[in-house]
């Protein structure tokens, strides 16, 4: 299994329809009345709405899997609904709700204040809706035995803007004279802007001699396959991995202590500094449409949130969910 919900633009259909109150009367059935004359009665209750139309998601990769899997079961609820995930990054999703081709988009980091501005010249506003917390994981080979604790400084090192470590003696004397083959999101991604901010100080400032992908899964393979490899990517995918990779404890300085990524280290937000929350980013005038306002709904509802769990990221708290939902009112 690739994930928990596989990765990729999907497109699916399937399908309930909201039914009126069980146990009413017909309301187009005749009634006898005392004289024997006929009559319609009134209708006791309107039906509820049918939804109906389609949504366009893009952005993260990290958040992908938590709206696959909403959109999966949204579309078992609502078969006139069509929703599509993809996954180019989150600038370029943001690109593409400024763009006006998405109605929602996915992003592991917040909007920026030009990206508003942007919507904002062409009248359109975004509500942003934290939905889960990831922790960035720093992954090794599972035959790296030697790495598997590193201080923010270290990481700094081989990850800062023109770094000339290319080799793991270069970080500690004692680990192997072996070349650091590097792996990591791609320049679109947040999960890229989110880490180079937190370990190099600046956000999208890195070397550049490394593999990137906005596809976890080839990051995934990458260090898989090589002993000496190293990346950086969503929390879950590390869960997905876990029998093939191993995660890099992180301390913030030399003497603190070396914290793993963990469910509770990440909820907790003690796992620095690679804990954060992820998001969407509906647009306020896809918001008043019914389809979407309810697929907003159900992103944020108790079942929302046990599709959070089930893709292996750790839920908010959940004064959190109802603010959102309070924004969708």
């Known amino acids: 299994m690739k994930k928990a919900w596989t990765k990729g633009t999907i497109i699916l259909s399937t399908a309930v329809l909201l039914l009126a109150a069980c146990g009413e009367k017909n309301s187009d059935t005749p009634t006898t009345n005392a004289g024997g004359s006929t009559s319609t009665p009134t209708k006791s209750a309107e039906p509820a709405v049918k939804l109906s139309g389609d949504i366009r998601i893009d952005g993260s990769s990290t958040v992908f899997p938590i709206s696959q899997a909403i959109a999966e079961e949204f579309m078992k609820k609502n078969k006139d609904v069509k929703v599509t995930v993809g996954e180019s990054g989150s600038s370029n999703g943001l690109k593409k709700l400024i763009s006006q081709e998405i109605e929602i988009a996915d992003s592991s980091r917040k909007i920026k204040d030009q990206e508003i501005a942007d919507l ?21 080979n599972k035959k790296n035995t030697f790495a598997t604790e590193m201080t923010v400084a270290e990481l700094k090192k081989i990850w800062e803007k023109d770094s000339k470590i290319t080799k793991w ?156 939902l309070e924004a969708v009112k």
């Open 120 to 140: 904002k010249a062409k009248n359109e506003e975004v509500v942003e809706m934290p939905v889960a917390y990831d922790g960035i994981t720093v992954v090794i």
């Open 169 to 324: 003696n270069q970080v500690r004397p004692e680990w192997p004279d072996k070349e650091i083959k590097l792996y990591g999101p791609g320049t679109a991604s947040g999960t890229f802007e989110f880490f180079t901010e937190a370990i190099n100080g600046k956000a999208k400032e890195s070397r550049t001699d490394f593999t990137p992908s906005e596809d976890d899964n080839v990051l995934v393979k990458g260090v898989a396959g090589d002993e000496f490899a190293m990346a950086y990517f969503g929390f879950s995918y590390f869960k997905e991995n876990e029998s093939k990779l191993n995660a890099v404890s992180i301390k913030v300085d030399a003497a603190a202590p070396a914290v793993a990524p963990t469910h509770d280290t990440i909820e907790k937000l003690t796992y620095k500094p690679l804990s954060r929350p992820i998001f969407i980013y509906p647009l306020k005038s896809a918001l008043a449409k019914p389809h979407v306002k309810e697929f907003i709904k159900y992103y944020n509802s108790a079942e929302g949130q046990k599709l959070v769990e089930a893709a292996k990221y750790i839920k908010l708290p959940q004064d959190m969910y109802n603010k959102n």
